[in-house]
């Protein structure tokens, strides 16, 4: 007989709050608004590692090698970026993360997310000087797929929180 976890009712003030959506092709992310996304859990460190690159260009002559001093680099150019995020602490609004993000019926199966993700990660903007109203900035990053799906059970922590820490990596990344 399988227990029944409660989904919590952590207070969520001090998280970034994440929405997602699944969606099918390209072509659909520019009709997709914040209020169209579904909130399903909350984090408390995002990690984001946006790497690019860099490709060089030399000149080789015969003797390059043998040379004491060898020809210069000519150019340098970018490579195509990649971003790989890391979410910890992810406190879950109901039982289970794959399912939370959309793929019903997936149990706790990371291979069982087939369309890749839409997610907004919401953070808090403090106040410029004592007279503004504190702000908030969203990122939003498309071509989400999780890579892998970790979960920790801690039956000490108030609420009987499910605790997770988890790796993505996306095609993508704008500010709204």
């Not at 043998?66 to 020809?71: G, R």
């Not at 799906?149 to 988890?166: E, R, Y």
Request: aromatic share 10%; net charge negative; glycine share 4%.
């Amino acid at each position: 007989m399988a227990l029944s976890i409660p989904a919590t009712q952590a207070r969520l003030q001090p998280y970034i709050n994440v929405k997602a959506m699944p969606y099918e092709t390209v072509d659909q992310l520019a009709q997709i608004t914040l209020s169209q996304m579904k909130q399903v859990f909350a984090v408390q460190k995002v990690s984001i590692k946006n790497d690019r690159p860099a490709n060089f260009y030399r000149e080789l002559a015969i003797n390059n090698y043998k040379d004491p001093n060898p020809k210069p680099i000519v150019e340098t150019y970018p490579g195509l970026p990649t971003y790989e995020l890391t979410l910890e602490r992810i406190i879950l609004y109901s039982g289970n993360l794959v399912e939370a993000l959309g793929f019903e019926n997936a149990g706790h199966d990371v291979f069982q997310q087939y369309k890749p993700l839409l997610m907004a990660f919401e953070l808090f903007q403090p106040p410029a000087s004592a007279n503004d109203a504190a702000g908030s900035v969203t990122y939003m990053y498309h071509g989400c797929w999780l890579q892998n799906n970790p979960l920790d059970f801690d039956i000490t922590q108030d609420d009987l929180k499910m605790i997770q820490s988890i790796n993505i990596i996306a095609a993508g990344v704008k500010r709204s």
